[in-house]
């Protein structure tokens, strides 16, 4: 496993995010009161990407049809996506947000 650097982590404000592209698809680096979360930039109910969704809490809502999903977990929590996202660790060296290339 690889980690990967996403972006200086003063760059992405609380309920902001950045993608990023992994060789396994695009990635969404979430930062809620600090903390970076990273799940696949795909919904599970229909494709749509999830960078850009509202955050509420610790879940991210889908701006296509609403579903949300645990930034925590990756679980669905409501219709009508079911299946979760994959998650990806995050951490930060020097200052930069890193993800790992693998959920
Ligand atoms: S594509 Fe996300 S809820 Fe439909």
Do not use: K
């Amino acid at each position: 496993m690889t980690w990967v650097a996403v972006a200086p982590a003063a760059s992405i404000a609380p309920g902001d995010y950045a993608t990023v592209e992994l060789a396994c698809g695009f990635v969404a680096v979430f930062n809620v009161a600090g903390e970076f979360f990273a799940i696949d930039d795909v919904c599970t109910h229909d494709g749509g990407g999830l960078a850009g969704g509202a955050l509420e809490d610790y879940q991210v809502i889908c701006p296509r049809h609403g579903a949300r999903f645990c930034l925590r977990t990756g679980q669905a929590l409501t219709p009508p996506a079911y299946e979760p996202v994959r998650r990806y660790p995050t951490r930060i060296v020097d200052g930069v947000v890193e993800v790992q290339d693998e959920p």
